[in-house]
């Protein structure tokens, strides 16, 4: 049952993006065009940038001890937005922005105790 559920939500959401693009298409006009034509390249600018901030956010979280998960989950969920950007439609350009929007967990680098106190207990030795 749930399949038949997912099947018939994946053969109406193209449906519904033709529908909605035609109503806007009679309210907006050619904007609606350059919005589609805008967000895909957007999309494509965005999932070429991840490309290249993911192995950097995946070594910063990984030094500052944070699971790797935490930069898959980051990149795959702007990954998804770029994709979404690319298909034409408003409701998936809405559903990219939401993901975007969402806030994505950074890395806490821990305080260190010098840098609470400014004293750093140690010996010394002076060399003239």
């Known amino acids: ?39 895909a390249v957007l999309g494509f600018l965005l999932i070429r940038e991840e490309k290249f901030a993911f192995f950097g956010r995946l070594v910063v979280g990984i030094q500052s001890g944070q699971h790797p998960f935490a930069a898959i989950f980051d990149s795959g969920k702007t990954l998804v937005a770029g994709v979404l950007l690319i298909f034409p439609g408003v409701i998936s350009d809405v559903i990219a922005l939401i993901l975007l929007i969402i806030p994505s967990r950074r890395p806490k680098i821990p305080v260190s105790s010098a840098q609470e106190n400014d004293v750093i207990e140690g010996t010394y030795r002076r060399e003239e």
């Open 1 to 39: 049952m749930p399949i038949l559920i997912l099947l018939i939500i994946l053969l109406c959401f193209p449906a519904l993006e033709i529908y909605t693009l035609f109503q806007l298409a009679d309210v907006i006009g050619w904007w609606l065009a350059v919005w589609l034509i805008g967000s």
